[in-house]
Nanobody, 115 residues
Framework: QVQLVESGGGLVQPGGSLRLSCAFS????????MGWYRQAPGKQRELVAR???????TYADSVKGRFTISRDNTNDTAYLQMNSLKPEDTAVYYC?????????WGQGTQVTVSS
């Protein structure tokens, strides 16, 4: 059974940085496409960034140039480096692992951007 555990969230001032981590276990990490999603209060969950099993990345327009997704296939971990954070980035951030018909989610980590 695949398990995803996010960490690295917290409270940060506008303009600050955070790095989220997603620890993967229970299967072969390298074959999964990994993604970060977020959900703000009263809003639908939205894609933030995705990295394929081959390393191709895609980003939401709202985070392009500020966020970077990466993966470490040796340590079975995906990352989301978030720079120049804005109050509108405040949300619960979720890690996702997807491959063929398999789709798994982490429990989420809260990111709050506020002065």
């Amino acid at each position: 059974q695949v398990q995803l555990v996010e960490s690295g969230g917290g409270l940060v001032q506008p303009g600050g940085s955070l790095r989220l981590s997603c620890a993967f276990s229970g299967s072969s990490f390298a074959i999964y496409n990994m993604g970060w999603y977020r959900q703000a209060p009263g809003k639908q969950r939205e894609l933030v960034a995705r990295i394929s099993n081959g390393g191709t990345t895609t980003y939401a327009d709202s985070v392009k140039g500020r966020f970077t997704i990466s993966r470490d296939n040796t340590n079975d971990t995906a990352y989301l480096q978030m720079n120049s954070l804005k109050p509108e980035d405040t949300a619960v951030y979720y890690c996702n692992a997807a491959w063929v018909r398999w789709d798994y989610w982490g429990q989420g980590t809260q990111v709050t951007v506020s002065s």
